[in-house]
């Protein structure tokens, strides 16, 4: 497969590479990417296989069908908002640092310490959750494959644990075909989504009413006994719900981090950052909508925490079961795998600035035009923040829903950073090829609302035995997002005051030809 080489002064730059070298980089990562390769790894990782599986749970028992059926298109609509922000920013500023170049670039270097450090912990928790739901799956599916088979927890961590790995020798050495996989998965994505909605609609031999589907309120959450007409239902634990919809639309930020690898990044990367969060938002909701019309065994549903798995072990028969599942793990292994891509390009990129301990190792490139060892240490990252999974024992997974939590919280707490200083530059901000044009100024202010308010949500207790003082109170069912976001701020905050802040000046340029307002070069 023919690559781009770096451009060297014997052969003049495309304009990808002279667009790169302006915004202070040279070409190392390797440019042959197509338009349609860089919006099918965000579409990948957004994977409506992997998210309306793993976290369908997360809405059934907070508010219900209704917050499937109704809040699924109401946080999708949100969401493309903040999409359509981000994707004004990756046309103008189209390099592998994306989030925090953004923000150093149009703020100052303390916007980008902050926008990256949050940046990089989202990805490598939306890494984490997406590879602890496929074993999850996987591990459902061995069960139904193999009467031996126990499908205990442990077993789900170890499978967890091959699954990152294996990600992680397909990143290093699948250098050729990673872009080819990644436009595989797309059609995985849409085939396995297709399939699984005719399986759900031609094979049960009952389905759910529609007024079941669009008015049907429940509360398992444990919040309010049961209650779903009371305030508590509509201002807690309703949107507790919509984490569902919030988790599976992310990590469309993977645009901006291969941008540096895609041909015609500054038109192709936008218009694919939006388009990904578009087509999973419909597909996803008819997908749910297949789920929630063939859910007739309510009570069993009920009885497996809301697992997704009970739909279709309940409403269909044990091949169609089996063909379900496997069509998931395969689409979410997929998902996994786009996602340490992304996640070990920030990396990369956020080292290559010297933001990142031992920044020379993880910057460091291979003959290949591969970042290695960022790969290797953002998947060990992903294993240690999923550590508590291990010692959880039946009930909701509360260890993996604080993943999830730790993994939007991070990553839209990153994009609210840009996004709020693309509103206070105005008119000095000189836009790209692909723009929002005066509309920027009311879409910008919606997006930073929503992440705001959904930010405040996602760090509160899942379960009432995790708020602490209750009765049965315990540390296995605490929603740990609020540490470990909290922790990383609290630490990188220090890191700045007390040194960072007199060395790190933001984004570092590579090329030799300085542009006029560059800032000082940091000390080795």
């Known amino acids: 497969m023919a690559t781009t080489p770096a451009p060297t002064a014997e052969q003049p730059m495309d304009d990808d590479a002279r667009r790169l070298a302006e915004l202070g980089y040279k070409q190392e990562l390797r440019r042959k990417w197509s338009g349609f390769s860089n919006f099918a790894i965000s579409f990948s990782i957004i994977s409506i296989l992997a998210g309306c599986f793993t976290t369908f749970g997360q809405a059934w028992n907070n508010g219900g069908p209704v917050a499937i059926s109704w809040g699924w298109p109401l946080i999708s609509l949100f969401i493309l908002i903040i999409g359509f922000c981000l994707a004004e920013l990756v046309s103008a500023y189209p390099t592998a640092g994306g989030i925090y170049w953004w923000a150093a670039t149009m703020g100052r270097p303390v916007h980008g310490w902050f926008t990256g450090w949050l940046n990089l912990i989202g990805l490598v928790a939306v890494t984490a959750s997406v590879d602890y739901g496929c074993a999850t799956f996987l591990n459902l599916t061995l069960s139904a494959l193999f009467d031996g088979w126990a499908g205990t927890g442990q077993q789900t961590f170890g499978l967890f644990v091959v699954i990152l790995a294996l990600h992680g020798l397909i990143n290093i050495y699948g250098h050729r075909v990673i872009d080819v ?45 049961g209650d779903t007409g009371g305030l508590a239902f509509w201002f807690y634990v309703l949107p507790l719900g919509f984490l569902l919809t919030q988790y599976t639309i992310t990590g469309f930020d993977a645009c901006a981090h291969v941008s540096e690898e895609t041909r015609g990044a500054s038109k192709a990367a936008a218009q694919g950052l939006w388009r990904s969060i578009f087509y999973s938002a419909v597909g996803g909701w008819i997908l749910l909508l297949a789920f929630l019309f063939a859910a007739t065994d309510v009570d069993a549903i009920n009885e497996a925490g809301g ?150 949500y996602f760090v509160l207790p899942i379960v009432p035995a995790g708020v602490p003082g209750n009765p049965d109170f315990s540390w296995t069912a605490v929603n740990y997002a609020p540490l470990a976001i909290g922790g990383v701020l609290l630490g990188v905050a220090i890191w700045w005051y007390a040194s960072a802040r007199t060395w790190f000046t933001g984004p570092r340029r ?5 542009a006029p307002d560059d800032a000082p070069t940091p000390p080795s």
């Open 181 to 225: 996989l990644q436009n595989v998965s797309v059609w995985w994505h849409v085939a396995g989504a297709a399939a699984v909605v005719l399986i759900l609609v031609l094979v049960p031999d009952n389905h759910q009413s529609f007024q079941f589907v669009f008015t049907e309120r429940f509360n398992n959450s444990g919040f309010g006994d």
């Open 307 to 456: 697992f997704s798995g009970a739909i279709f072990e309940t409403a269909l028969t044990p091949f169609f079961f089996k063909a379900v599942i496997i069509i998931s793990t395969i689409g979410q292994f997929f998902c996994g795998m786009s996602c340490v891509t992304s996640m070990s390009r920030m990396a990369y990129a956020f080292s290559r600035d010297r933001a990142v301990p031992g920044w020379r190792l993880w910057s460091r490139v291979n003959r290949n035009g591969t970042p290695v060892n960022a790969i290797i240490g953002a998947t060990l990252a992903g294993l240690v923040l999923t550590l508590p999974a291990l010692y959880q024992r039946g009930g909701i997974p509360v260890a993996f829903y604080a993943v999830v939590s730790v993994a939007v919280i991070g990553l839209y707490l990153s994009f609210i950073i840009p996004i709020f200083l693309r509103l206070r530059m105005g008119d000095r901000f000189v836009p790209g090829p692909w723009t929002l044009g005066r509309r920027y100024r009311l879409l910008g202010w919606i997006a930073v609302v929503e992440i705001a308010i959904i930010s405040v």
């Open 510 to 514: 590579t090329v030799d030809r300085p």
